[in-house]
């Protein structure tokens, strides 16, 4: 028993588990609720969910994730401290889990679950294995990640979506979209080495990092202009962490060494979870009923922390004992080989990605 309980632990990523109680939470003050007993309902959705998404996805990436990550804890398959069996079992059990945690929520949380399972199911697993189909990867992921977890937070509020709640979704997607196809440059070499033809792989640095910043700019006009609720603040927040993202991106698109290639990636991270954060403000200051001077300041603090923090990764790094959302991917890949479709970054945000 306490062996599936490691691997069901090792399975609950903290970054990942952030960025889905994160968008849940966006759903819940999109819906009007500051309800934490709402949030946790939405929660205990999401965490059998995710383990279902790890496991699945372990099981079927066990060789390139030997490639890519294989001093990762985390992944106890690829390092030989998990059997496939004791995998399949955990998974088996955080199905009907998210199932019957959904199915508490109401008909429409047990279809959006068993919809998210089903397209987890589909990225990771053959026959279909949309992970090895570059750009359909890359907007197939952003569901799991942003619509679920949306969706569930907006139905744990209120029971029922309405239409005014897509618009604002649609502007999360589209800036995780931006943020996703950044995670190959952490997998490119175990991808290329097993013919995973991500968008990165398929396009090159300079093209991936054009796309990113177009998504990321788009993503945050649309949140600025979609959200229920906005602030001066807010407003100010997010546009200049989306001036720090495009900066990043164009650091990354020069090809900056591998290190300092993860600490671009991980800085990116950081400043994508800030400007969340930043747009949750004044949702959840408006359904709490919290006084606007307030929300105001909870929001230039954490544009300051964000900020101040991704600078410091990319000054220094991820710190001891942590890993960068790019760690392990490795240069097998000869430079001239990421860097094909270059020609410069400066012009990434008017011409988009090609």
Not at 117 to 122: E, F, K, Q, R
Not at 278 to 296: E, F, K, M, N, Q
Request: proline residues 5%; glycine residues 10%.
């Amino acid at each position: 028993m306490r062996a599936y309980a490691r691997i069901a632990w090792a399975m609950l990523r903290p970054p990942v588990l952030l960025l889905l109680v994160l968008y849940a939470a966006c759903g819940l003050g999109v819906a009007g609720s500051a309800s934490s007993w709402a949030l946790l309902r939405a929660v205990l959705v999401l965490l059998p969910f995710l383990v279902w998404s790890a496991v699945v996805n372990d099981l079927a990436d066990a060789r390139i994730d030997a490639v890519n990550l294989p001093d990762d804890a985390r992944r106890v398959l690829a390092g030989g401290r998990a059997h496939r069996a004791q995998l399949r079992t955990v998974a088996a059990v955080a199905l009907v889990a998210t199932l019957a945690a959904a199915a508490v929520l109401g008909p429409a949380a047990l279809v959006v679950a068993a919809a998210g399972l089903a397209v987890s199911t589909a990225y990771s697993a053959g026959p279909v294995r949309l992970a090895e189909r570059g750009a359909v990867a890359s907007l197939t992921l952003p569901a799991l990640y942003v619509a679920v977890p949306y969706l569930l937070g907006v139905l744990a509020a209120r029971g029922a979506v309405r239409p005014t709640d897509l618009p604002f979704l649609g502007a999360l997607y589209v800036g995780f979209v931006g943020r996703i196809v950044l995670k190959d440059f952490r997998d490119v070499r175990g991808d290329t080495l097993f013919g995973k033809r991500t968008f990165l792989v398929r396009h090159g640095r300079v093209a991936t990092c054009r796309f990113s910043a177009a998504c990321w700019v788009a993503a945050s006009v649309l949140a600025l202009l979609l959200s229920p609720h906005r602030t001066p603040t807010t407003v100010v927040g997010t546009l200049l962490a989306t001036v720090a993202a495009v900066h990043l991106l164009r650091v990354l698109a020069s090809d900056p060494g591998h290190r300092r290639e993860e600490w671009v990636v991980s800085a990116l991270a950081v400043v994508g979870r800030g400007t969340v954060l930043v747009l949750l403000a004044p949702l959840a200051g408006s359904a709490a009923g919290t006084r606007p001077l307030v929300t105001d300041l909870l929001a230039a603090g954490v544009v300051v922390l964000t900020l101040g923090q991704a600078a410091q990764m990319v000054d220094h790094g991820p710190s001891r004992g942590s890993r960068s959302t790019a760690a392990g991917a490795g240069p097998l890949l000869e430079p001239s080989a990421l860097r094909a479709n270059t020609g410069g970054f400066g012009d990434c945000v008017a011409r988009g990605p090609r």
